[in-house]
């Protein structure tokens, strides 16, 4: 059984994918520093070092006896990057350094970093494959794509003959809106997306808002690719067999290749609470591109993955977890 090191295992995305690791057979451990993580989330048998990424000596202890990583401590609130950019410089960047620098003096083979689509920016074409131009529009789309970069040289590097350390193989996974559940007590407790703030909004009360109806897309409201933090998890399993089986770099879209309109959810959502939302047209926010979809035909090639669930599973599955 190998042991994989998991960043960020407290928090959303990451219980799911502790859940898929064990499952795999993977012995598990986490590191978080519970800043946003919930340990309520973690299983009790998995062992939380309660510590920052930032503490290199940390995670280097950490990573004895580790095949591999998969890193998904970090800042991930675009408005917070533009008011706060040195914030996500210091613990996305400085974390990927501190985590890349702990895997070099421990000699830890394998990585499987967390990425995003913000790194495209607004694309010129959807759906978007890995190769388009990286043109990213946020503080936070920046360290993600300066995590990619870091990922890149730490490999090349270590793949000098001159060094004596083992190469690195590695998988970045960019991943397009996620959403959903995978069990009712693992659901997005921040409301920062689209799908937890319709059932905030329903909570409170209120009327949901449909940020612009004027968009060059089908119905005038933005298509985006959600996929559900299931299969999302799903994609982590198979990245870190990839990586443990063979010595790779490689760059993966995360998402299910299948645009939907911001006024499709809403749909979604009126179905999944049995009554019609209500959805309001307000003004466009800023900085919204009209359309991102993944193209998915690589990690389908090259990983067997594709996604399984539907919107209506992520909205009924946030419904039922509380959001
Ligand atoms: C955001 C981030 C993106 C990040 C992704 C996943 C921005 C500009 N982009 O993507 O970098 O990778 O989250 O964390 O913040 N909407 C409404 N009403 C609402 C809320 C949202 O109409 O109350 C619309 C938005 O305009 C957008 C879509 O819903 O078209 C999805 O929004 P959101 O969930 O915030 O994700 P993105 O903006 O696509």
């Not at 309520?40 to 062992?47: F, K, L, M, N, W």
């Not at 974390?95 to 830890?108: H, K």
């Not at 067997?304 to 039922?320: E, F, H, I, K, P």
Request: some cysteine; glycine content about 8%.
């Amino acid at each position: 059984m190998s042991r994989w090191l998991l960043t960020g295992g407290a928090g959303y995305i990451g219980a799911h994918v502790a859940r898929d690791l064990r499952a795999s057979g993977r012995e598990v451990v986490i590191i978080d520093d519970l800043s946003t993580g919930l340990i309520s989330r973690v299983p009790a048998d998995v062992t939380v070092i309660e510590e920052s990424i930032l503490d290199t000596d940390v995670v280097r202890r950490a990573l004895d006896g580790v095949t591999g990583v998969v890193h998904l401590a970090a800042k991930k609130a675009v408005g917070e990057s533009v008011d706060q950019p040195m914030l996500y410089y210091r613990e996305n960047v400085g974390g990927m350094v501190s985590l890349l620098q702990a895997m070099e003096d421990a000699g830890t083979r394998c990585l499987v970093y967390s990425s995003s689509a913000a790194v495209y920016g607004e694309p010129p074409w959807s759906p978007i494959s890995e190769d388009s131009p990286l043109q990213p529009l946020s503080p936070y789309g920046e360290t993600k794509v300066i995590g990619e970069w870091l990922v890149r040289d730490a490999a090349a590097a270590r793949s000098h003959a001159s060094t004596s350390v083992s190469p690195l193989s590695w998988a970045s996974l960019r991943y397009f809106n996620v959403a959903g559940a995978g069990a009712p007590d693992l659901g997005d407790t921040s409301v920062n997306n689209l799908i937890p703030m319709v059932l905030d909004a329903l909570d409170r009360g209120q009327a949901p808002q449909v940020f612009g109806t004027d968009y060059p897309t089908h119905d005038g409201s933005c298509v985006r690719d959600y996929i559900h933090v299931s299969d999302l998890a799903a994609a982590h399993v198979a990245a870190a067999d990839l990586v443990e089986s063979a010595e790779v770099a490689a760059v993966f879209n995360v998402g299910t290749g299948v645009g939907s309109s911001v006024l499709e959810v809403m749909a979604a959502v009126s179905e999944v609470v049995g009554r019609d939302v209500g959805a309001v047209a307000v003004q466009r926010r800023a900085g919204d591109p009209p359309e991102l979809v993944a193209s998915v035909d690589r990690i389908a090639a090259e990983l067997g993955w594709s996604a399984q669930r539907t919107l209506r599973d992520m909205v009924a599955s946030a419904y039922a977890a509380g959001r």
